[in-house]
């Protein structure tokens, strides 16, 4: 059987003029109800959406986004190489976030890497030619100038973390203090006394806020902070295993370790399994994130839940109201008035500790 495609008078596609004309109100309310705008009372929104379901009325997207100014797109940079972002489950459940956040809406969101000098120029072209009406920023280190270019090209864009305590742009980031106070006041509350530290890459703001987490919960209970045991890692198992290597050169009596992620831990897993020791009887082990990865390991990883994909979620609905607002007319938010928000963060105790 045939589906008859929807037709106004003459044979044409139902026009917004009609639906006004059935709703028996005016071309802007119907225009404010297609668009959810909140103007509308619910009387003459009910009124609107029958006529439009009568006459089987389909918005014209790409007209309207041309005459708002609008792509109806929003770009998700990772300024990361990309085989660290399919290699970790940080990045997809950012993107699984976004996605949430996107799937009641029209507009469509388009992935890009700018690791690099080169990525960064040709971005800036793309963003400067207008392509896109906002960008998602994740895993942005301290000195990284692609947001300040963003921001300057007059781009919406909200971040995944922030670059430092004075962050200027919109951010979502975790209680990234408090989690990584929470994992080392665990491992002291079950008794462990040489306690090691794989830090993240120290110039991203969240891993240097795990660190000093960490400090103050050994700060609390009396313990000195021994540089032996820290050692720097860059989020990748390799990085976990070299990290976790160098840690049990300098201090073979260690008995406990914090890892900064979960990918870091699982590479500090394989060196201590190598090395002979049995988690936890002879190492404790306490991860970061909570992903796949933690519940997966033998034994399954205690680990810091960190609201991921919510992170995604909430980075898009600041973005689309940032979006919204600047086509409304209203100017970019001073550095003062720009929106932080801090998810909490919450230990889940498994059996690696």
């Keep these: 059987m045939a589906v008859r495609e929807p037709r106004g008078r003459g044979g044409r596609r139902p026009t917004l003029e009609q639906v006004a004309e059935r709703a028996g109100v005016g071309r802007g309310t119907v225009s404010r109800v297609i668009n959810g705008s909140p103007r509308v009372s619910e009387h003459t929104r009910a009124l609107v959406e029958a006529a439009v379901a009568e006459l089987g009325y389909v918005p014209n997207t790409a007209a309207r986004a041309l005459a708002a100014n609008r792509t109806d797109a929003i770009a998700l940079v990772v300024p990361e190489p990309e085989r660290r972002f399919f290699a970790e489950p940080y990045f997809s459940d950012i993107v699984h976030g976004v996605g949430l956040a996107l799937a009641e809406t ?117 313990r000195p902070v021994d540089p032996e045991l820290v050692a720097e890692g860059d989020f990748t198992e390799e990085g976990g295993r070299r990290a976790m290597a160098e840690l049990l050169a300098r201090r073979p009596d260690l008995d406990a370790v914090f890892a900064g992620s979960d990918v870091m831990a699982g590479g500090a897993r394989l060196v201590l399994r190598g090395a002979g020791r049995r988690i936890p009887q002879d190492v404790a082990l306490v991860g970061y994130d909570d992903s796949v990865i933690a519940r997966h390991l033998e034994p399954a990883l205690t680990s810091v839940r960190q609201p991921i994909v919510e992170m995604g979620r909430e980075m898009t609905r600041l973005l689309l109201e940032e979006i919204a607002e600047r086509a409304g007319g209203r100017p970019a938010r001073g550095a003062g008035e720009r929106r932080r928000l801090v998810l909490p963060t919450e230990l889940v105790v498994r059996d690696s500790s």
């Design 106 to 222: 029209e507009v469509q969101l388009l992935l890009t890497f700018a690791g690099g000098d080169r990525e960064r120029r040709r971005l800036a072209q793309y963003l400067g030619a207008q392509r896109v009406d906002g960008v998602l920023l994740v895993s942005v280190h301290a000195g990284d100038p692609l947001p300040d270019l963003v921001d300057q090209l007059g781009v919406p864009a909200v971040l995944s973390g922030r670059r430092s305590a004075d962050e200027r742009l919109p951010s979502v980031d975790s209680d990234n203090f408090g989690g990584g106070r929470a994992a080392v006041g665990h491992l002291l509350d079950r008794g462990r006394r040489t306690i090691a530290l794989i830090t993240g890459p120290l110039d991203v703001y969240g891993a240097r806020r795990r660190h000093e987490g960490c400090l103050a919960a050994l700060a609390a209970a009396g």
